[in-house]
């Protein structure tokens, strides 16, 4: 009997050694993740608001802004006002908001245009926007 309980014991702890392995491949996988999630693209995009736009259609915007950032197609998302960086020739800080989407491929970017969050998003505040101007780049 007692050997059948020290065999019992050994098996038991024998067993439980593989957790230590379970948690470094757990971890190796969240690594993987991380390198395989670097965005491919990153959509930015700078809004002009017009003369006159009310603070009620501000707040309403910055929820859209929130909203938008829920989109499935977008990897990572950032959105805010232009930052109070010193002054020089080559910054531009004339705009209201930017964001800041990135995305996994050319093709999610692209089904992104169509997303319904993205329409409804365009469809709620374009009367606010006096400029829109956007710049896409690859992550290399």
Known sequence: MKQ???LFISLFIWACQPASNVEEASQAASE???ETMKPALIHTVYFWTKEGTT???LNAFEKGLEKLGTCPQILSYHWGPPAPTEAR???DNSYAYAINSHFASVEDEKEYQTEPIHLEFIENHQDIWEK???YDNMVQ
Do not use: A, R, T
């Open 55 to 57: 603070e009620e259609q």
């Open 132 to 134: 829109v101007v956007v």
């Open 89 to 91: 020739g080559v910054v």
């Open 4 to 6: 059948f309980i020290i």
């Open 32 to 34: 993987n993740k991380s």
